[in-house]
């Protein structure tokens, strides 16, 4: 699976990811950050997921139209469950999420917003 992490999603998720088998970039590996639009922009153009802890990009989608291929929005979790969330997702969501869902999980729950809405 295709997946562009944002910056404010712990780096050690790459590597996870990576070993997991996917195509993942990290925007914290840029020079600059372009903002959530180009982000959101670049993550639809190469078909990649977007894996982020903003809200931001939920409400460029759902509330602008912003074009995207899914976005996993990890809230309030651990460095390192940030890592075992996004793969443990990807895995049971992934088909969702390529279909352009809205996954929002924090410690207590997964919320699903169905592309199909």
């Known amino acids: 699976m295709k997946i562009l992490l944002d910056t404010c999603v ?3 998720v790459k590597k996870a990811m990576i070993a997991a088998g996917h195509d993942v970039i990290w925007s914290g590996d840029w020079n600059n950050d372009p903002g959530d639009i180009e982000i959101l922009a670049l993550a ?3 078909g990649r997921i977007l894996v982020t802890l903003d ?3 939920g409400e460029l989608a759902i509330l602008h139209g912003y074009p995207h291929c899914g976005i996993l929005r990890l809230v309030n979790l651990s460095t390192v469950l940030q890592a075992k969330v996004c793969e443990m997702i990807i895995e049971k969501h992934g088909n969702e999420l390529s279909d352009g869902s809205i996954i929002t999980v924090d410690a ?3 919320r699903i917003r169905s ?3």
Request: charged content about 45%; cysteine-free.
């Open 10 to 12: 712990w780096g050690g």
């Open 44 to 46: 639809h153009k190469e």
């Open 55 to 57: 809200k931001d990009f």
């Open 108 to 110: 207590e729950r997964v």
């Open 115 to 117: 592309s199909k809405v």
